[in-house]
């Protein structure tokens, strides 16, 4: 293993360690009984099948259901094998992969070193509607050139110590290249990956079925002959249907129950601290008031964060003022740069100039966000700003966001990732997705950004990474306040269960009994 592999391995096994999950698994039995059907409650659509298009976690849920991936993160949290075999990594500018021969996409097609070169040439390309997202998560890649039918080389643009890590995820997952030049902007209805299960049905919020692909190469598994994922943005439903047997598996939890839940004999409750990073952000364009530094500094001081935490999450989880999770080698349990001081919000609202204003504040159906965003339009009419929240659905959100007219993000939040630059580098670089979305750009933050990415030290990217806190909150283009858990609800009956701290479960690992 190469140096700088060794320093890959140790940051993301540095992060797990401390990670440990309350009511994490139910063990695999010795006798592992194949076969029956899986019913999981999410909270909502997973909208794509498209791994390069998918944009929730429903949806990476499902992608990575039926594409496999490049790598995988193992239960330490180190970077493991997928699609991957083996990799070398000769120079910092440069990786050798060795890739999993005999493997077939879901249409019969061989996957090879050709598939992974047009998957991430697709990606950059923006090709057949892959999305700006990935396009950031893969952005150091230069070139990818086929050496053989089962090795490909990554030449990268600049050093970049974490490049593999988004390659475990919808970044890295490979769909047949047959299929997409077959169905183009119809492929998420038609997907042909290399996963564990095929997609049988989908009608869009009402449910998913995926079946079991008796040709996986890892042979033996999935052990489910389906799984069935049924959206149900309603808690006390979602809840109600784990206790009736119409589903074995809920996600999201509600949050004032999990306190009882967790002396439940008929439900196994699972935390995971450190799911997601919560934060509410401003547009930077100049038809809004986000425009103005001082204006955004304000909310800095004028949340209450305390009330956050207990109104919208019943004192779950961590109150939070960076980006970097809990559990990550990089976390600064004891960074706190700021406390409610309302009379100091004021005095900024005062510097901006901009006096009382208005703000329309579109806001997805979900319960938390509607707790929290009721706290913050309590604490914005403190300081004079109205804040006029609009419900809108999932697709109108993402599409407001990505056109850049989202005039405030009551939304804002980003899931676990096994490095933190996964995700500040798209909000934070001025080449990143969500940056342009807020018109955000800062010179200094791209340097800092440029130099955590090639550091060769954990300690270095350390430093690095507590100055991208430092001036992200100096910028308050996002104002950080939470760390959020996942609670997941399953039956006495699920066997094989683990709880990775992106919450996405490893379905073909799973058995019912009974």
Known sequence: MTGRRQFLATLAAAGAATAAPRGWAQGTPAIVKPGGTLAVAIFADPLSFDPHIAANVQGRAACRAIHDALF???????????????????????????????????????????????????????????????????????????????????????????????????????????????WGLDYSLHPAGTGPFKLAEYMKDARTVLERNGAYWNAGKPHLDRVILRPIPTDSTRLAELRSGGVQIAEAMPLQDVHRLR???????????????????????????????????????????????????????????????????????????FHRDLDRAKRLIDQSGLGRVSIQAPLQPDPVKQRAAQVFQANAAELGVSIAIQQVDSAGYAATLSAGTLPIDLQGWWGYRPDPDQYLAILLNSIGSYAKYNAYSNPAMDALIQGEESALTEADRRKDFRQVADLMNEDAVYVPWHYSSDFKGLSPAVRGFYHPQDGIIAFQDLTLQG
Do not use: M
């Open 72 to 182: 995988t993160v193992d239960r330490q949290g180190r970077l493991a094998p997928g699609l991957v075999v083996s990799w070398t990594q000769p120079d910092n500018r440069t990786f050798v992969l060795k890739l999993r021969e005999g493997v077939q996409f879901h249409d019969g097609t061989p996957f090879d070193a050709e598939s992974v070169r047009y998957n991430l040439e697709r990606i950059r390309s923006g090709k057949l509607g892959a999305n700006a997202i990935r396009a950031g998560e893969i952005r150091a890649l230069d070139t990818c050139t086929v050496v053989d039918a089962a090795t490909v080389k990554f030449a990268l643009r600049y050093p970049f110590a974490a490049f593999l890590f988004p390659l475990t995820d919808v970044a890295g997952c490979i769909g047949s290249p047959t299929a997409f030049e077959k």
């Open 263 to 337: 002396d439940s004999k008929d439900i196994v409750l699972s935390e995971r601290i450190g799911f997601r990073w919560e934060y509410f952000g401003f547009n930077l364009h100049d038809a809004y008031p986000g425009k103005s530094k001082p204006f955004r500094q304000a909310f800095q001081w004028a949340i209450d964060r305390e009330a956050l935490h207990q109104v919208a999450y019943f004192g779950t989880g961590a109150i939070g003022y960076d980006g970097i999770l809990p559990g990550s080698p990089f976390a600064d349990p004891g960074y706190a740069p």
